[in-house]
Every structure is written in C-alpha cells, then in structure tokens.
C-alpha cells in the first residue's frame, strides 16, 4: 500500500489496494491511515453494491439508515444519492452524517457512479485542526458543553420533499426525538478532540445563551471554510472515498446542477460522542 498526501493538513490518495479484495492486514493499515488523515481516496476501483458493504463490514457493523429502520429494514444496503434537474443537491453544507441519532456513524465509505461532465466534487475539513486552532480560553469554554441534535424540522422536511412520501418527515421525527452530543469529541482509538458539528441539526447548546452560542457557532463553522484545513476531491466514476466520521466534515458541491450525479454510500455504526478532560 502507498500513501501520497493532497491536503496540508488532511487527505491522501492510497495506491496498491483494491478495496474489493482487502485482507485484514491492509483493513488495519488503511485505519491506521485514517487516523493521521481524516479522509482517503482509492482510484479505480469499481465495486459494486456487494463488495461496497461487504467493505464496511471489514470496519464494523455496517449501518441500516435511519428512515430505512422506520420501513421495517433489518439488513444493511447502499444508499444511491442522485442528484439531477428533477432532484437538486442538498448536501452543500459542512455537516457529519446523522449526529441526530444517539450512536452516530463512525466510519463513511462514497463511490462515484455517474459523474457530470465538470463540477460535482466533494470536499473534506479537518474538525481537529479546527478545535486545534482555537486559543486555550476558547477550547476551555467549549469542553464538556453539549449541544441538541435534532433531524426536526431540516433533515426531516428535506427528506419528505425527496421521497414525495406524505408524512415521512413526522415518521422520522417521531422515531428519533433529540439527543445531545458534546461540541468538542475525543476520538475513542487516538485522543485527539474535535470541534463535532452536525450542521442543520444541531441546536441550541446547554449552558450558553441563544444570544452567546450564534456568534460563536457562525465562527466556528467559518472556520471550515479556510482553504489550508481543507482537500477537494474531482470524481472519477469508480473512485471510492473513505473517511472518518467523527474527524472531519465534508460537503458535496453542488455547481455540477443540473447535470446527473449519482454516488453510492454506505456508513459503519460508531460510538455515542463523548468528551473526555
């Protein structure tokens, strides 16, 4: 396995490994790669549905999505994310992926299937590098607070608009009330801290005022927005990125609309966030 870093601070290309047909040895080597870059990107490798979760069992248990628990699903599948004239993106945002449930995904694995012409990248950022930079004052602040994750109403009306299923966003709501996650998370294997933001569904933070957490959360998530804790990835039908969940964000740029993207994901069921002094 060869590792060739793209980001200053996260990001690395991996060569030699098709995913398809990783033993335990190179599983352990591509987490260990994980840890010191957030996010990896393996070119050529076409897999297929079967092979894509058969990949996230290697890292744990892979996850059923939340809505698809709600219809009754007992197995893991891919999720097919399209996007189209008919389906605009909706994913142009910093977020992690479903911090509204109470054991968020540790671990995301994304395969490109269709890509547009030009536009439709995905971009990654460093949520350690951004706790990191903070003064001492400001991460003693944030330590040990907590903040609401909740999927009602953002994720939850979104989804409804997608599906056309009348009343699935109460469904959602209904199955999966509010939790509360720390802001700043330590990692369960590394110890690092990360800044843990949940985007859209993330609310109000215990122990601050809604007039003291606005500006502090703006800036906090500026942050993400600063090019040197960033990497941007160009798709290539048959890439395949992973990374974890629980050390970056990430956002798929939309400026590819109206031409037909399609990616395929698949998460790893994580740990409840914690915080440790």
Not at 25 to 54: C, K, M, P, S, W
């Amino acid at each position: 396995m060869k590792l060739h870093k793209i980001g200053g601070v996260i990001g690395a290309v991996v060569d030699g490994v098709h995913l398809g047909d990783a033993d335990a040895d190179a599983i352990g080597d591509i987490e260990a790669a994980l840890y010191d870059n957030g996010v990896l990107f393996f070119r050529d490798q076409h897999l297929t549905d079967e092979q894509q979760i058969a990949l996230a069992a290697k890292f744990g248990e892979p996850s059923i999505y939340p809505i698809s628990k709600i219809h009754g699903a007992t197995e893991p599948v891919c999720s097919t994310i399209v996007d189209d004239a008919d389906s605009p993106p909706s994913t142009d945002n910093w977020h992690t992926d479903v911090t509204w449930i109470e054991s968020p995904p540790m671990i995301a694995i994304l395969c490109g299937v269709e890509i547009p012409a030009h536009g439709g990248d995905t971009m990654w950022a460093s949520a350690i590098d951004v706790y990191e930079s903070l003064s001492p004052t400001l991460r003693t602040l944030l330590d040990g607070l907590e903040a609401e994750h909740n999927c009602w109403p953002g994720f939850c009306t979104t989804a409804e608009t997608k599906s056309g299923v009348e009343g699935l966003g109460r469904m959602i709501s209904d199955a999966y009330p509010p939790v509360m996650h720390p802001l700043v998370r330590t990692h369960p294997v590394t110890g690092q801290r990360a800044y843990y933001d949940g985007s859209s569904t993330m609310g109000a933070v215990d122990g601050l005022t809604a007039a003291e957490w606005e500006p502090l959360r703006v800036m906090l998530r500026s942050m993400f927005d600063e090019p040197k804790r960033q990497v941007r990835w160009s798709w290539t039908a048959g890439d395949v990125a992973i990374w974890d969940e629980r050390l970056v964000v990430h956002r798929g740029v939309s400026d590819h609309f109206p031409l037909r993207r399609v990616v395929r994901r698949i998460t790893v069921d994580g740990e409840r966030p914690v915080f440790q002094a």
